[in-house]
Nanobody
């Protein structure tokens, strides 16, 4: 079982920056893939970025060039550096993880954090 805990959300003005963290614990290791998602009120959940089994990060078109996914040396904490934030980035942000094998087969993650709120004002 994998436990995930996000932190780092907050309120910023347009153009500002935030860094979100996702701390993974439990049975988590280099066989796991993870991603960041967001969901705004009344909208469907959207994948922001994910890191695949090769360690490569992929980004949605809406955040590419502004957001950067990284991880610590122990590969148990993942960071989402968000720069040049826009009001449309306002959402609850979640990290998710699963064994890469499972994710590749199903296209879904089974382990989710509780979320951290990001609010960007214009």
């Amino acid at each position: 079982q994998v436990q995930l805990r996000e932190s780092g959300g907050g309120s910023v003005q347009s153009g500002g920056s935030l860094r979100l963290s996702c701390q993974a614990s439990g049975y988590f290791g280099n066989m796991h893939c993870m991603g960041w998602f967001r969901q705004a009120p009344g909208q469907e959940r959207e994948e922001v970025t994910h890191i695949d089994g090769h360690g490569a990060a992929n980004y949605s078109a809406s955040v590419k060039g502004r957001f950067t996914l990284s991880q610590d040396n122990a590969e148990t904490t993942f960071y989402l550096q968000m720069n040049d934030l826009k009001p449309e980035d306002t959402a609850m942000y979640y990290c998710a993880a699963d064994l890469c094998f499972t994710y590749v087969l199903t296209g879904e993650y089974n382990n989710w954090g509780q979320g951290t709120q990001v609010t960007v004002s214009s």
